[in-house]
């Protein structure tokens, strides 16, 4: 499977519950980083965490990071409508090169 | 402090057409970044180029593909002789160095070829 593979592929879940989605990855990054991606739109960046970081959070948002099982995960709290996107996560090895997995699909229906 | 702009944001080309992609990075961004995203698909590296050099373009295809970023002036990839193969979303991204910094994506370009 490719760098930066997430799970599940798509996520639906009821407006205020949490949404969690998983990234695994094979080889050592330097960091790794989570998108949003609005159906046909841009994307934008949510967080950066580095590989001697192990958790970091921006709002709503906790990333968590484990370089021993090369796995990441984004959990959305209190989750909104608005939330509803694609999200990817995305690692950078040893230069400016980001590798994207293929992305979940997360649905908040109100 | 405008974000990376691109444009058009949809462009529609015959086949054996060429396309014209424009990017322009952030103020004070030196480092630009093309990906494409095919349907249903992650972004993919394509090319990463600095005021007048590129860097790598490990992920540019052999042919029809080229891309630039002159001293002034925006960036460009550039698509000759387009085929239907070419229709995606290609996405542009600056960044002031590359030393694990965010990288700023601009809003892309849906290429159609019909």
């Known amino acids: 499977s490719q760098q930066g593979e997430e799970d599940p592929q798509a996520l639906s879940i009821q407006e205020g519950e949490n949404a969690t989605m998983n990234c695994s990855y094979k080889?050592?990054?330097?960091?790794l980083q989570w998108y949003r991606q609005n159906s046909g739109r841009g994307l934008v960046h949510l967080i950066l965490?580095?590989?001697?970081?192990r958790e970091k959070h921006s709002g709503r948002l906790r990333v968590t990071l484990d370089t021993s099982k090369k796995s990441s995960s984004l959990l959305i709290t209190a989750s909104r409508a608005a939330d509803t996107a694609s999200y990817f996560c995305?690692?950078?090895?040893?230069?400016?090169?980001?590798?994207f997995g293929k992305g979940t699909l997360l649905t908040v229906n109100p | 402090n405008a974000g990376v702009m691109q444009n058009p944001r949809h462009l529609v080309r015959r086949r054996g057409q060429e396309a014209r992609l424009r990017c322009s990075p952030m103020?004070?961004?030196?480092?630009v970044y093309w990906y494409r995203q095919l349907p249903e698909e992650g972004l993919k590296f394509m090319v990463y180029l600095q005021k007048e050099n590129i860097i790598d373009e490990s992920g540019m295809p052999k042919e029809r593909f080229s891309a630039e970023f002159p001293k002034e002036g925006p960036s460009i990839l550039r698509i000759q002789q387009v085929v239907r193969g070419d229709s995606a979303a290609y996405f542009c991204?600056?960044?002031?160095?590359?030393?694990?910094?965010?990288?700023?994506f601009g809003q892309g370009t849906r290429l159609t070829v019909v």
């Open positions: 965490i580095r590989s001697n970081e």
């Open positions: 991204a600056s960044s002031p160095g590359w030393d694990g910094t965010e990288a700023f």
């Open positions: 103020k004070g961004h030196s480092h």
């Open positions: 995305a690692t950078e090895r040893s230069n400016y090169k980001l590798t």
């Open positions: 080889t050592s990054i330097n960091n």
